[in-house]
């Protein structure tokens, strides 16, 4: 078994404890990539000169004791919606196609000082507008799991990489689940944090007010390892400036115990199981292999029942009308005068924003503007804004009862596995159905996580796990136990007996 | 509000708005695929929203604010740099008036 | 014309402040500087940068709406006004729509016909837009965002107005106080006032407004007064005609005095407002209200109207007095330190305004000790200085803040008293200037101003003009010119 099997932090302690240097560590990123990147393409941006040269500093800086958390020297990938000083951000759009950023975002500045390496940008859908990653315009990304399937998105690349064991650990961003549907069809864990846990200075906006960057591991403790990095408050995003950093201390050391310890957070949860989420569209065997993480749970100690959430008709509408209405007026700045691309030979004015933008955006994107545009329009933005606006209230007061009696809720990431590539994009509708147990976690706000529990034929099935706003940590915490008790699936999981005496 | 039909007139004010010249082929499709979609919100009509305010704000921890000082930065010129079409430090658009 | 028209006027001013920072971003405000040099990838509309609103932005749009009488909005939010033009670098402006930060207050105006009360529909804060300039050479507009994210304040005025005079009145009134305040120079030719003029023009009597125009583009009261007359002239010919006005955005071109319709197939004038996710509301609680009320200055008129009944001072010297709240407050510092308020009022509407305009300096950053001018006019009130030198002393306060006393030796401007250095010198004039004074003695006594003049200039000026007069009259009485020896 090769390096790149290995967790986040089972090379974070291998380089700390000096068998591994950072440059080895992404020198086996490129190799990997090398072997798997023609078929799965994960990567919008890979710059290995740049990425070995910040290897050898954090190396120096490992060495004189400047780095000394658990990710440092460790690779990591960057959804291409996240702004990168000096190295292109994309959002997989020809508009942005030679966009050279000239500062980091927040989350990068953090990742640069907790020491991890760059090593590439990932693919993802235009502008985070897709659950496939097949509205990219910088080609598409096959499930490392079954090349012949999506790996999901938008975040598709960096959870491809991450499950390809091209990087150890990945940055995605969640707007309607844009990193928890990924997640579970590439069979990695990843997590959307609560809104306003992690800063979104420098995150790309698709719909402002549902965005969040979140973490992509192969484990739980990668997932939170990351998050605790990124997470804390910022001056720079009126949206993230009282939280608190995220703090996993607690379950460092009960990591160091055993994993027993870690197991046995999950007794006396309440784990609460919304008896919508698992009738209707959903696929039987995603439907059992979720029920069958349920009962894991409730053998490892956690107090397991059903109840009805409610408003679940109505979290798609909402999630679109609010979602599609931001990115009309977010995706207004991409015009050819400041940045990104510009069409060559307009008359007027106008007639260069028309056209640079109809040459820019693909059809995607350009079908949520128009209906954004359409839904804030004159005459209509009472029924359809408001009325969303209204339903969303509704809808986090649903998941506010609920939170009265249970500490976390149990649900499918998605109701079905990654369908076949080119299967999705030609009915929209159905595209947008396969949303329906992640958007209203974007709506009301909450952190939730999303995690291998079990297979059906060659793909993973995800089981999701939400919890209260900033409870992010008893999320964690219950995917911890859940990851301890549910046993080895497919990839490296229960952090090794290394990973205890890095934490 | 009755059922919406996206026709031309709409059509053409929403296109206005976005900014986007879009084919004849482009135009028939996007009116297609935004009459299926409003079609399927309208389930939202079905749901009782009076006496409940919108929710506009979800981080809501009461007031955010900066200080009056200035902050300066290294990176204006590469800001400017940055655009397709500039002279002289300005971004150069087909002119205005 | 036979019907009688009554011209229906509502403004909408904007304010741009003068906080250190912008809106929000901490990039400069300040005017000049080379094109895109305060921008930062807020202003600049990089993708991925978020706004953070700055806490004195609101403080200002507090203290407006507490000096104009508004009700304040215990919770107000921003809304994005979407719309492109390259001069607004996300393709929309943060501003208030829903809910704006004050709503319903008033100002009173007086002109010659009176007073009236113009109510305030409501205020918002919001952010300015970047600068185009055409370059002939490429065809093409350029853009510079120095300007953009710059803290503005809305006021939007009711129909109430009904002549340019009132709207005049009220917009000099609206700058006082903002002056007051201390939140905006209000300069119209810099555009840091700016005043869009919403007119409609109805038969007398009627109480149904007509269908309203608004006029851009206006950079002086002058231009103000002008397009005023002209929209309304072109308003009731349309309505002789039998024709409609229009309801529409119209620009005012000062140098050829009419007005043209801004209007474009593409601005489809639908701004689709809707609350900015990235801004969390504000909030303003009464104790934060309480202390905004606390901090109000008292305004011009109070001021004035105090003056005059404290101090006796004409309504004039009270107006100029009370121009610049600096001017005042100098004023009141000077009078609590020497008592003489008429003195104190002499010098700061006379000489201060005088070497203000000679100097270019704007009177509210005029800025010397009320010590030293205290200082000076008692130094004048003992007899120490003389009127000319004590101009040249207040010269040296207003410039340099010199102390009067230092000055007055250093320079050696103190009048002289010794009596009979002034005797020797009287007589030596009078015996120089037989011809003058034969003059006096034939009844020509107004040739005694050139005798004192020759008195002062062998004084050097350090001599009381008054002394000189008197000790010259006396001397002339008995005085006998010496025989000649032909």
């Known amino acids: 078994m090769g390096i790149e099997q290995l967790s986040a932090l089972e090379i974070g302690q291998k380089i700390k404890k000096k068998e591994l240097t950072a440059v080895e560590a992404a020198q086996a990123c490129f190799d990997r990539m090398d072997a ?13 000169e740049r990425a070995m040269a910040e290897a050898r500093r954090v190396q120096k800086g490992i060495m ?34 030679n966009y050279v950023p000239p500062y980091d975002a927040h989350v990068i500045e953090r990742l640069k000082e907790a020491g991890a390496v760059i090593i590439g940008k990932t693919n993802m859908d235009e502008f985070a507008m897709g659950s496939t990653t097949e509205t990219s315009a910088m080609g598409i990304t096959r499930n490392p799991r079954n090349t012949d399937h999506v790996p999901g998105g938008s975040s598709g690349g960096s959870c491809a990489a991450v499950a390809a064991n091209e990087v150890f650990a990945a940055l995605g961003s969640d707007t309607g689940g844009s990193i928890r549907q990924p997640s579970a069809y590439c069979g990695v864990a990843g997590m959307k944090p609560t809104y306003g846990t992690v800063s979104r200075y420098g995150l790309i906006a698709y719909a402002s007010s549902l965005d969040q960057i979140g973490p992509v591991g192969k484990n739980v403790a990668d997932c939170a390892a990351l998050l605790e990095i990124i997470s804390g408050p910022d001056r720079r995003d009126s949206t993230c400036v009282a939280g ?34 698992f009738t209707g569209g959903i696929d039987p065997q995603i439907r059992d292999a979720v029920l069958k993480a349920a009962d894991t749970m409730k053998a490892g100690g956690a107090i397991v029942e059903t109840f009805s959430l409610g408003m679940t008709q109505y979290m798609i509408p909402a999630y679109y009308i609010i979602a599609c209405a931001q990115a009309s007026s977010n995706l207004a700045r991409f015009d050819g005068v400041k940045y990104g691309y510009r069409t060559e030979g307009a008359g007027d004015l106008h007639d260069m924003y028309k056209k640079t933008r109809a040459q820019g955006f693909g059809w995607e994107v350009k079908k949520r503007i128009l209906l954004g545009s359409f839904v804030l329009s004159s005459g209509y933005y009472d029924a359809y804004y408001i009325k969303a606006l209204k339903a969303n209230r509704l809808i986090k007061e649903a998941f506010d009862r609920a939170f009265e009696k249970y500490d976390l809720i149990l649900a499918p990431a998605a109701p079905s596995a990654a369908p076949k590539l080119g299967t999705s994009l030609t009915d929209p509708l159905k595209m947008y159905l396969s949303d329906i147990y992640t958007v209203a976690v974007n709506l009301a706000g909450l952190p939730a996580m999303s995690m291998p529990c079990g297979q059906t034929g060659s793909l993973p099935v995800g089981l999701q ?15 911890a136990a859940y990851e301890v008790l549910r046993g080895n699936w497919m990839a490296s999981e229960a952090p090794s007996e290394e990973v205890k005496e890095a934490l | 509000m009755g059922k919406i039909v996206i026709d031309d007139q709409v059509m053409d004010n929403v296109e206005i708005l976005a900014k986007l010249s879009l084919t004849g082929e482009e135009r028939a499709q996007a009116m297609e695929k935004m ?33 009056d000082v200035i902050e300066d930065n290294d990176i204006k010129s590469e800001i400017v740099a940055g655009a397709p079409k500039q002279k002289d430090g300005q971004y150069m658009v087909p002119k205005t008036i | 014309m036979s019907k009688q028209y009554e011209t229906v006027i509502g403004l909408e001013v904007h304010v741009e402040l003068s906080t250190k920072t912008k809106i929000f971003c901490g990039c400069s405000t300040e005017f000049g500087g080379a094109p895109n040099t305060h921008i930062c990838p807020v202003c600049s509309g990089l993708p991925g940068a978020l706004p953070v609103l700055n806490r004195q932005v609101v403080e200002d749009a507090l203290a407006l709406g507490a000096a104009t009488h508004c009700h304040v909005n215990r919770l107000c939010r921003f809304d994005r006004k979407n719309y492109f033009y390259p001069d607004n670098p996300q393709n929309y402006q943060i501003s208030q729509l829903y809910l704006p930060i004050c709503h319903d207050g008033w100002l009173d105006i007086s002109t010659g016909g009176g007073t009236r009360r113009v109510r305030i529909h409501e205020m918002h804060m919001e952010e300015d837009a970047g600068k185009l300039v055409h370059d002939e050479w490429e065809d093409s507009s350029l853009v510079d965002f120095n300007r953009s994210g710059v803290p503005l304040i809305e006021i939007v005025s009711e129909p109430d107005m009904r002549n340019s005079e009132e709207v005049i009145a009220y917009l000099e009134k609206l700058r006082s106080i903002c002056r007051y305040l201390g939140i905006s120079d209000c300069k119209l030719q810099e555009g840091s006032m700016r005043a869009d003029v919403n007119l409609s023009v109805r038969e007398v009597g009627s109480d149904v407004l007509g269908v309203r125009t608004e006029m851009k583009n206006l950079n002086s009261f002058k231009a103000i007064v002008r397009a005023i007359d002209n929209e309304r002239e072109r308003q009731i010919e349309l309505l002789e005609e039998g024709r409609q006005v229009e309801q529409e955005t119209r620009r005012w071109d000062d140098n050829k005095e009419y007005s043209y319709a801004m209007r474009s197939k593409e601005d489809a004038k639908d701004y689709r407002y809707f609350p900015d996710p990235d801004l969390p509301p504000v909030y303003i609680d009464e104790q934060w209200m309480a202390r905004t009320n606390e901090d109000l200055p008292e305004m011009r008129e109070e001021k004035a109207a105090r003056y005059m009944e404290s101090w006796g001072l004409t309504e004039d010297e009270a107006a100029l007095l009370t121009d610049s709240r600096n001017i005042a407050e100098i004023f009141e510092k000077t009078v609590s330190l020497c008592g003489q308020a008429k003195k104190a009022a002499n010098w700061l509407t006379g000489e201060t305004i005088r070497l203000a305009r000679e100097t270019s300096v704007d009177l509210d950053h005029v800025s010397f000790a009320p010590e030293h001018l205290a200082a000076l006019i008692t130094l004048t009130d003992k007899g120490d200085l003389n009127n000319q030198n004590a101009r040249k002393v207040f010269e040296a306060i207003f ?11 250093e320079k050696g401007l103190k009048t002289v008293t010794d009596t009979g250095l002034l005797e020797e010198i009287t007589d030596k004039v009078l015996s120089d200037n037989p011809k003058t004074v034969e003059e006096y003695k034939g009844g020509k006594t107004k040739v005694l101003g050139f005798l004192v003049g020759q008195v002062m200039k062998q004084m050097k000026g350090k001599a009381d003009p008054g002394l000189v007069n008197r000790m010259l009259t006396e001397r002339l009485v008995s005085y006998k010119l010496p025989k000649n020896d032909d």
């Not at chain 1, 798997?36 to 290995?48: L, N, Q, Y």
């Not at chain 1, 050391?253 to 919508?276: C, F, Q």
């Not at chain 3, 410039?399 to 030796?409: N, Q």
């Open chain 1, 36 to 48: 798997m990147e023609s078929e799965v393409h994960a990567f919008i941006t890979i710059d290995r």
């Open chain 1, 64 to 97: 004189d004791g400047t780095y000394t958390g658990p990710l440092a020297g460790v690779p990591v990938a960057v959804k291409d919606n996240i702004c990168t000083k000096g190295v292109a951000t994309t959002c997989a759009s020809r508009i942005l196609e």
């Open chain 1, 244 to 277: 608190e950093s995220l703090d996993f201390s607690g379950l460092w050391e009960e990591y160091k115990i055993s994993p027993e310890a870690v197991a046995a957070g999950l007794r006396g949860m309440r784990v609460g199981v919304p008896e919508e989420y």
């Open chain 1, 465 to 479: 796990l939400i919890g209260q706003r900033f409870k992010d940590d008893i999320v964690v915490r219950g995917a």
């Open chain 2, 35 to 67: 009459q299926e979609i409003l079609d399927y919100m309208e389930q939202l009509n079905t749901l009782d929203t009076d006496n409940v305010e919108p929710l506009v704000n979800l981080y809501d921890r009461g007031n955010v604010f900066r200080d």
């Open chain 3, 399 to 409: 410039t340099d803040d010199a102390d009067p006393e230092i000055y007055m030796e």
